[in-house]
């Protein structure tokens, strides 16, 4: 069970627990809550585990109900939908509608090895979410597993259905804190179009940031990535792909291939040029791939270089330069690492501090580090979680986020819920009143 004791943010302090219940099916997993609501236990609920704000993290007493065996899928080409449980890959959903000449846009830089169902729980977005929405934007219907074990469907394979309150964007996002998704329809998009890449390359992070919120501005890219030069040194360490290790920002920019003339193309690389890009081009196919792939890597790469406290702070894309600005100016005061990378076409960023495990003195000021790059995005107007979830890890400033007239709302609605406060204790919500 040691496995199953946290998600892939490490949080160390966790315990072993009780049980894990391997469930393949609905009916297990209301066997298993109903036993523990039953007995007052606490549940855990869990999919791949690649959860980055330790929404997956054990506490004493508790059983892991883990749904990495529910797989099944079933995909309607006639409707346009798919019924999938919560178990499968996300890239394994992508092969299988791709069959049917479909296509589901969400895309977190882990699709090869996060489930659909941990997608649905903490809502991911992903790199082409800047055009084509996140996971919330193609939810239709939810069969749920309740506190008490009954077992719900909201929604269902309409487009449009406001019958009643919107349970389903309830759910989404809930991060196992109301109940636990056993079913989940969504919607398809036909296949995806084909797609241009820009590469640019930057003195400044300032020049990157101005470009950033002038393309944003003017037209939608399916794709607008942002890299610091921290983080391209260490996927270059990572991968050689030839990356310009001397440059201080890094964009790689797409676009769908709908417009003939290359119109929305040609503005990004005059907006890059504008702002003083030291290079802006247009990469081959092939090179393109290799670029997204080392963006895909950014998080194991830089993981390469010590412990990290990873964070996937938001702000309004025009202040996207003083958040960067600000992260500096943290790093420098802190004397610690952080490697800045972006899904930088929505405002969502990822800074991860880097420290060594084994330097207390150096752990403190990271720790330190990570709670004033969350109060800066909130002092920005951002947000603490643009696409992980609160977790247990960043549920310390939320209070400071949402007010707290927002934050008794919401614990209404969980103890509504959840009474006996048996689901995913700890998460987003302290296990007692605050």
Same mark, same amino acid.
């Given at each position: 069970?040691?496995?199953?004791?946290?998600?892939? *943010?490490?949080?160390? /302090?966790?315990? $072993?627990?009780?049980?894990?219940?391997?469930?393949?099916?609905?009916?297990?997993?209301?066997?298993?809550?109903?036993?523990?609501?039953? /007995? !007052?236990?606490?549940i855990v609920p869990r999919g791949a585990g690649t959860g980055l704000s330790g929404g997956a993290t054990t506490v004493a007493g508790c059983i892991v109900i883990t749904t990495e065996r529910?797989?099944?899928?079933?995909?309607?080409?006639?409707?346009?939908?798919?019924?999938?449980?919560? !178990?499968?890959?996300?890239?394994?959903?992508k092969a299988e509608v791709a069959r049917h000449g479909l296509?589901?846009?969400?895309?977190?830089?882990?699709?090869?090895?996060?489930?659909?169902? !941990?997608?649905?729980?903490t809502n991911a977005g992903g790199l082409c979410c800047v055009k084509y929405g996140v996971t919330a934007d193609y939810v239709l219907g939810l069969e749920v597993v309740l506190a008490d074990g009954r077992a719900v469907r909201f929604g269902g394979a309409l487009i449009k259905d406001v019958a009643g309150l919107p349970m389903v964007k309830l759910f989404v996002g809930s991060?196992?804190?109301?109940?636990?998704?056993?079913?989940?329809? =969504?919607?398809?998009?036909?296949?995806?179009?084909? /797609?241009?890449t820009v590469a640019a390359w930057f003195d400044s992070p300032a020049q990157a940031a101005a470009a950033v919120a002038e393309i944003a501005t003017g037209i939608?890219?399916? $794709?607008?990535?942002?890299?610091?030069?921290?983080?391209?040194? #260490?996927?270059?360490?990572?991968? !050689?792909?030839?990356?310009?290790?001397? *440059?201080?920002?890094?964009?790689?920019?797409?676009?769908?291939? =709908?417009?003939? /003339?290359g119109r929305d193309l040609a503005r990004i690389i005059e907006v890059c040029a504008a702002h003083g890009a030291r290079s802006a081009a247009e990469v081959?196919?092939?090179? #393109?791939?290799?670029? +997204?792939?080392?963006?895909?890597?950014?998080?194991? *790469?830089?993981? +390469?270089?010590?412990?990290?406290?990873?964070?996937?702070v938001g702000v309004p894309i025009p202040l996207l330069g003083e958040l960067i600005a600000g992260i500096e100016a943290i790093s420098r005061a802190n004397d610690v690492e952080v490697a800045f990378f972006a899904h930088a076409g929505d405002g969502n960023s990822h800074p991860l501090v880097v420290f060594?495990? +084994?330097?207390?003195?150096?752990?403190?000021?990271?720790?330190?580090?990570?709670?004033?790059? $969350?109060t800066l995005a909130i002092r920005l107007g951002g947000t603490i979680t643009g696409e992980h979830g609160v977790g247990r890890l960043k549920r310390p400033w939320l209070r400071s986020q949402i007010g707290d007239d927002a934050l008794e709302v919401e614990r209404r609605i969980k103890t509504a819920l959840d009474p006996a406060g048996i689901l995913n204790p700890g998460t987003i919500f302290k296990e007692t009143q605050e």
């Open positions: 069970m040691e496995a199953y004791r946290c998600d892939r *943010a490490s949080d160390t /302090h966790t315990v $072993m627990p009780l049980a894990v219940v391997l469930a393949e099916s609905t009916a297990d997993v209301q066997v298993a809550v109903r036993w523990a609501a039953q /007995h !007052g236990v606490p529910m797989r099944a899928v079933q995909v309607d080409a006639d409707t346009r939908t798919v019924v999938v449980q919560p !178990g499968l890959l996300n890239a394994e959903l296509w589901y846009p969400p895309d977190p830089a882990s699709f090869q090895i996060c489930s659909i169902g !941990g997608n649905v729980a991060e196992g804190t109301l109940g636990i998704i056993t079913e989940i329809t =969504l919607r398809l998009l036909p296949a995806q179009p084909a /797609h241009r939608r890219p399916s $794709m607008l990535e942002y890299m610091d030069r921290l983080s391209v040194n #260490a996927v270059e360490d990572h991968l !050689g792909l030839g990356l310009d290790r001397d *440059a201080a920002a890094f964009l790689l920019a797409g676009v769908d291939e =709908l417009d003939p /003339h081959e196919p092939p090179r #393109a791939a290799e670029l +997204e792939a080392g963006r895909r890597a950014a998080i194991p *790469a830089v993981e +390469e270089r010590g412990r990290v406290l990873l964070e996937d060594d495990n +084994e330097d207390r003195d150096q752990q403190t000021r990271a720790e330190r580090a990570y709670g004033e790059i $969350m």
